[in-house]
């Protein structure tokens, strides 16, 4: 043997530091009896990168408010916390989740904060197909608790349900109610379309709409679902019927997508009348307030059971907004993101001090099964979990008005819709199919809150019923 | 063995005789087969949105321009791949990424000429605040795209598999690098950074409808606009590459690399221009796509995918291919989206995307150097 | 010679240390490590020696791995979950008997590959890349669109409907990281015995002189044919142990970014030598889980970004510095001992890899 001994050694000793670079991540931090892991899941990449800092402040501001937290700067919420205790036991933040909207991705970051990093219970996710991922997940692991964040879909806590996911506000067809009714009696509309994305929260936004608009007598003739990388709207909208053989549009094209689709239809027909359309969230509420919503000002509009500006005038939401504002700066605390990231960390003190800390099946018998957020009207202000611990949930349907800068537009609370429960009185459930391309049906039928819709006007309730 | 050859060309045939009956049985059906819906939206295989071209000619005719306008967007973005890769036999995997680029440098252009543009009408905006960013979008790509070849590709070239690899990985810096420092302008209250949506806005006077005095048909002007600029790009390519000394080097290059340089031309200065070029158009194409949809993350990916197909189909590095591809993939993704049968309520617009790249599979199948590539 | 023998016994040695540390794995690693890291590195690590088999012994570079992986979990994961209240909400739910549906899965990939393999057996180089790629993209469309077998929302349940010499791999980790790493010791035996057999020397013939070995009357085609149905055959374990692993599946595991992840793993390996694989995909793992977990959510520093900006100019690095790899720079490593200690070699030295330099 010629060859010097140094010439195996290099090769060993490179594998002697990937071993140790290898342990070293691998050796794991003990856990302290004294603390409760949790962790914060939202998207950071994808059309809802913006959610990072809006979510992660929502959650630290409840912590701040109720559980003696602090944020390390305010500015930038992402930063992180310091102190805070529940249930007798300090608060620690392991992480905040990293997630593009996709569920795989979701999955990944779910396990790395719940596993790798040991968190007990995690906020969120924060759009639907995530929620659907991530509550697979959570039936297989029943010792972990999981609030959601502000994700849309409908399975998570109807098909699927698993007893240790709790959903402290609506889904997409909840933030829905009302919107059909308003359309059909305040322009009357009486057959209409609709377009959206090709997945899941569109669909169950899309539910919402077709229960009620077809409930009161409406018709969809036409649903349209856009593939992803398309790349061009036109042919799509030319699939809808023109503007001359029906009503109206119900519009559910989001993220990056709902502006070309606009300057398609303008494109196909001309300019837009803002009469003739309506839609979900995606017409305001994430980054379209810029887009699209200059466009259609006049629009009646979905929402996520709250507003963003301008919002309900009584002694709970004013309180809220007082409370909420308080810890950051430059959030806007009535955003439908930061509003459901609260209630959800609010949800988990107050299941944390019942508890006395612990966490598991004791947290998931302990978490609140009524909570009392800031735009809760119905029931003295009080938001009730069904037997699914799905949210019961007040709903302000919206239209789009224009606001005092120029070129800049606000939206105002049309209607108050009282007490809107996942099933609509039946029309879901977790024995039917999830909503999907063609589901539900469009059908007549009387909704709980059909013809209850109260007025809304400047942001006090009155006693009117929509007309 | 030879036989056993022969029996796998009779085999060979059948697929032939298959997708050319595929083709015929999908043109007829849209000009006699498909049947307008009834009226309450039940309907069999032959059911449409609105029937045949024969049942309802302007229809058809509008299917036709919107899968030609779009083609003139997918021919600029395309040719620009398809011209490196024409000469140079560098596949660029990160056009894509040169196009999200191209595409926030356009708007952030347009939103410093128009003060606080978001939402912002589109009459509002005159034709040189949208040439002016398209230029300097296109010149600051093209030379991004140059220092990248002189960087990283002039080297080793003729590796054409390591060159695209060197090419992936500039994909995905860039891209990463875009979404975190774009956009930069953007109205209070709204995130900043992240690779969040913008538009950039047409030139008003595009905004409109025009008679095209056909079976009473108006059309948009921004989609013909786009259609005009996709054939001009191409006209300029054309006459650039047949016409001018320059060009005929580049067409010499293509054709013999090693006796172009022998007779003393410089292959290195035109490997330069080209890979300016065709940089350049993908940021072109940003600001032509960045009007008529929006630049956001993601984008990057659908375009270098959407320009692979349309070289693919139509054949790397011929100008004509490009075209042509462009075409095939426009007119298939408009009329799939317009004429797959629907019953009821269920359409089947969600499927027209798998189509197109059923057809790029299917020219494959027959012909794996493109419609007008040659042998590779 | 020496230094070649003693190279071929250094990899010995190493292989075997390599082995002995993955049996103890489960007692020397966190669970964690055992589950998130060392599976799913094996699990890759499949996925891209179907890569690299095509790569190193065919010549071909197939983007279209991820995609058939994909094709495979899909398929098994419509064919074994059922209906049952409160379960799945996604896919056919045909709940058929998990072994039949293993084997049906594997076989249905199989036979979809060689469809792919067929028609891309006359393209070469990188239109062979291209080709492939959109094979992948397909697939991801298909899957995507038609929402009867899944749709853009997960499908779940594929995990706890597996065959009965599986077992229960939900609780059970170490069960499935033995699986996982059987599975991974017999794809590499198996290519390591293919590439032996007459089939795998008359392929790498054609890997280098396509022409030539035409002309000697071999089906040229119809080799690259087969060699793409092994390469699925691969990939299809490595998508049934993802989909086991995974617990759902959904469209963009076979995205656009998760085949150039594939991509870059195998090039990080090295696209000559088959161990490259496993190489690949710890060191990958390794650097996005430390960058995960150091740049969580401010971006790098100074010059912002994620993950992917640093795996980005890793990838670039390797590409330009060693366009063979981690496997390629341990090749060139011996090589320079070679010249070093013994006389000059006759054999070309070094340059340009075959696979990556020609088309």
Redesign the interface.
């Known amino acids: ?3 010097g001994k140094w ?2 050694l ?3 000793a490179l ?1 002697a530091v990937g ?1 140790t ?3 070293s ?4 931090t003990p856990a302290q009896a004294n603390e409760v892991r949790f962790a914060i899941m939202t998207d ?4 809802f ?2 959610g ?2 809006v979510d992660t402040a929502g959650t630290i501001a409840a912590l701040s408010q109720y559980a003696g937290a602090k944020p390390k700067n305010k500015k ?1 919420p ?2 992180g916390m310091t102190g805070g205790s529940a249930g007798g036991k300090r608060l620690n933040l392991v ?2 989740g ?1 997630g593009d909207e ?4 979701a ?1 990944k970051e779910t ?2 904060l719940m ?2 990093l040991r968190a007990d219970i995690m906020l969120g996710p924060l759009s639907g ?1 995530e929620a ?2 991530i509550a ?2 959570a039936r ?1 692991n029943p010792a972990k608790t999981v609030i959601i964040g502000t994700a849309g ?1 409908q ?1 998570p806590t109807m ?3 698993p007893k240790n996911l709790f959903r402290y506000h609506g889904d997409g067809a909840q933030w829905n109610a009302g919107l059909g009714e308003i359309v059909y009696k305040r322009l009357g509309w009486r057959t209409a379309a609709l377009i959206g994305d ?3 929260f569109p669909w169950t936004s899309a539910a919402g709409i077709i229960a009620d608009f077809c409930g009161i007598g409406g018709r ?17 909208i ?2 809808l019927p023109r503007p001359n053989q029906v009503d109206g549009y119900f519009w559910l094209v989001g ?3 709902t ?2 689709a606009l ?1 398609a239809f ?3 027909y ?1 300019p837009l009348n803002a009469r003739q359309h309506s839609g979900n969230l995606f017409l305001y509420f994430l ?1 379209a ?7 259609l000002v006049g629009a009646y509009m979905g929402g996520f059971g709250t507003f963003q500006t301008g919002g309900l005038k009584n002694a709970q939401a004013r309180n809220y907004v007082r409370n909420a504002s308080r810890w950051f700066t ?1 959030q ?1 605390v009535n955003d439908g993101f930061f509003y459901n990231y609260w209630n959800a960390a609010w949800a988990m003190v107050q299941g944390l001090n019942k508890s006395k800390g612990a966490v598991g099946p004791a947290l998931q018998r302990a978490l609140p099964r009524s909570l009392k957020p800031g735009f809760q009207v119905a029931n003295k202000g009080v938001l009730r979990l069904d037997s699914r611990r799905q949210a019961i949930q007040d709903q302000y349907p919206l239209q789009i008005t224009r606001a005092s800068g ?4 606000s939206t105002s609370i049309v209607g108050y819709v009282p007490n809107v429960d996942q099933t609509f009185g039946g029309y879901f459930g ?2 039917k ?2 909503p ?3 589901y539900p049906p ?1 059908v007549k039928r009387k909704l709980p809150w059909q013809g209850k819709i109260k007025v809304v006007k400047n942001g006090v309730i009155t006693n009117q019923v929509i007309k | 063995m030879a036989e056993r050859i022969r029996a796998w060309g009779v085999v060979g045939t059948v697929p032939r005789a298959l997708a050319a009956g595929l083709v015929v049985f999908a043109i007829l059906y849209v000009l006699v087969i498909a049947d307008p819906p009834d009226e309450f939206g039940g309907g069999n295989w032959r059911t449409t949105n609105t029937g045949s071209a024969l049942d309802d000619p302007s229809t058809f005719l509008t299917t036709v321009l919107d899968g030609l306008t779009f083609a003139g967007l997918l021919f600029i973005v395309a040719s620009g791949f398809s011209l490196i890769f024409g000469l140079m036999r560098v596949v660029n995997m990160a056009h894509g990424a040169f196009y999200l680029l191209g595409g926030y440098i356009a708007y952030e252009i347009q939103q410093r000429m128009t003060g606080s543009g978001f939402g912002l009408n589109p009459t509002e905006v005159n034709t040189l605040e949208w040439v002016v960013p398209w230029l300097v979008a296109m010149v600051c790509i093209g030379v991004f795209g140059l220092a990248v070849q002189q960087l990283l590709l002039r080297w080793n070239q003729g590796q054409d598999l390591r060159q695209a690899l060197i090419t992936i990985a500039v994909s995905v810096i860039v891209a990463d690098q875009v979404i975190a420092h774009f956009p930069r302008t953007v109205p209070a209250g709204t995130q900043q950074f992240g690779g969040n949506a913008v538009s950039i806005s047409w030139p008003g006077w595009t905004n409109r409808l025009v008679d095209l005095h056909v079976g009473g048909v108006t059309y948009s002007l921004s989609r013909l606009v786009m259609l005009a600029l996709g054939a001009a790009v191409g006209l300029a390519l054309f006459l650039w590459l047949h016409k001018t000394k320059t060009g005929m080097v580049i067409r010499a290059g293509v054709d013999d690399r090693q006796m172009t340089a022998a007779i003393g031309i410089n292959i290195q200065t035109t490997f330069a221009l080209a890979f300016l070029v065709g940089s350049a158009l993908a940021a072109f194409g940003a600001t032509v796509g960045g009007s008529q949809a929006s630049i956001a993350q993601g984008r990057d990916g659908e375009w270098l995918l959407f320009s692979l197909v349309v070289v693919i189909i139509g054949g790397m590095g011929s100008l004509a291919g490009a075209a042509v591809g462009s075409v095939l993939y426009g007119l298939v993704f408009a009329f799939a989206v317009a004429y797959l049968p629907t019953t009821g309520n269920e359409c089947c617009t969600q499927y027209s995307v798998v189509l197109t790249f059923a057809l790029m599979a299917l020219v494959l199948a027959f012909r794996p150097q493109g419609l007008f590539g040659r042998a590779a | 010679m020496t230094v070649d023998r003693t190279k071929l016994a250094t990899e010995r040695v190493i292989g075997v240390a390599a082995l002995v540390v993955a049996v103890l794995a489960p007692t020397l690693f966190s669970a964690f490590w055992l589950n998130s890291i060392l599976t799913q590195a094996l699990i890759l690590g499949i996925g891209a020696a179907s890569l690299i088999f095509l790569s190193a012994y065919g010549g071909m570079i197939s983007l279209a791995q991820t995609g058939l992986m994909g094709i495979a979990g899909y398929a098994l994961a419509n064919m074994v979950t059922q209906r049952v209240p409160g379960g799945e909400t996604k896919g056919l739910l045909l709940g058929w008997d998990p072994t039949v549906g293993l084997v049906a899965a594997i076989l249905l990939t199989v036979g979809i590959g060689l469809v792919f393999g067929a028609v891309a057996s006359r393209s070469y180089g990188i239109y062979f890349l291209m080709l492939t790629l959109t094979y992948t993209v397909i697939a991801f469309l298909f899957v995507g669109s038609v929402t009867l077998i899944g749709g853009f929302s997960p499908v779940a349940g594929v995990d706890t409907y597996t065959p009965g010499f599986i077992g229960d791999i939900v609780t059970d980790r170490e069960r499935l990281y033995y699986i996982t790493l059987i599975t991974a010791v017999f794809v590499y035996l198996l290519v390591r015995y293919l590439v032996r057999t007459p089939f795998g020397v008359s392929l790498q013939g054609i890997r280098d002189e396509p022409v030539r070995m035409a002309s000697l009357g071999y089906n040229v085609a119809l080799h690259r044919t087969i060699a793409f149905g092994i390469g699925a055959f691969i990939a299809a374990l490595a998508g049934v142990l993802s989909a086991w692993w995974f617990g759902q599946l959904s469209p963009t595991t076979m995205g656009l970014d998760a085949t150039i992840q594939m991509l870059v793993i195998a090039v990080i390996g090295g696209l000559r030598r088959i161990e490259g694989a496993w190489l690949g995909a710890i060191a990958f793992l390794m650097i996005n889980n430390e960058i995960t977990n150091r740049i969580p959510s401010s971006g790098l520093p100074v010059i912002g970004g994620t993950f992917n900006t640093v795996i980005g100019f890793i990838f670039l690095a390797i590409v330009i510095v060693s366009p063979d790899g981690l496997m390629g720079l341990w090749d060139r490593m011996w090589d320079a001992l070679r010249r070093r200690g013994g006389p000059p070699h006759a054999e070309p030295e070094g340059g340009e890899p075959a696979a990556v330099a020609s088309s």
């Open positions: 043997m010629k060859v010439k195996l290099l090769p060993l594998l071993a670079i290898g342990t991540g691998a050796l794991a950071c990449k994808g059309a990168a913006f990072y800092e930038k992402s930063a992480g905040i990293c996709t569920p795989a991705l999955l396990r790395r596993v790798q197909d659907v991922s697979q997940w297989q879909s399975d098909q699927i349900a090709d997945y899941s969809i003739t036409k649903r349209v679902w856009t593939p992803p990388a398309g790349g061009d709207y036109a042919p799509f030319r699939q993220g990056a997508n502006s070309a300057t303008e494109q196909a001309g980054g307030n810029t887009t699209v919503a200059p466009r430059g806007n120029e070129g800049t537009v977790p024995n199919p999830a999907g391309r063609n469009c």
